[in-house]
């Protein structure tokens, strides 16, 4: 069974910038990075898989990085430049979305992020 905990949203003005943290308990074969704004489904936004080959909405290309570091079980995304439009809870999980079909595991909490002046 497959846990996830993200952290590391907060409040950032509109140009800044912050790193997103995902600790993997089990194994995943690919993580994706997902956003849901008040009103909006949840979407995916980046994903990375296994061999390292990643992917990107066109909306964050240029200015969100997906990374991993295995010896940590941890997934990263690497948000510069933020938006307004970039506020929302972003949680992980496997990617699901532009075209990649993995079952999702259980839902983590998720962090905030709210790109505001």
């Known amino acids: 069974q497959v846990q996830l905990a993200e952290s590391g949203g907060g409040l950032v003005q509109p140009g800044g910038s912050l790193r997103l943290s995902c600790v993997v308990s089990g194994i995943m074969v690919a993580t994706g990075w997902y956003r849901q704004a008040p009103g909006k489904q949840r979407e995916l936004v980046a994903a990375?898989?296994?061999?390292?080959?990643?992917n990107y909405i066109d909306s964050v290309k240029g200015r969100f990085t997906i990374s991993r570091d295995n010896a940590k079980n941890t997934v990263y995304l690497q948000m510069n430049s933020l938006k307004p439009e970039d506020t929302a809870v972003y949680y992980c999980?496997?990617?699901?979305?532009?075209?990649?079909?993995?079952?999702?595991?259980?839902w983590g909490q998720g962090t905030q992020v709210t790109v505001s002046s």
């Open positions: 990375i898989t296994g061999g390292g080959s990643t």
């Open positions: 999980n496997l990617p699901r979305g532009m075209g990649y079909y993995f079952s999702l595991a259980s």
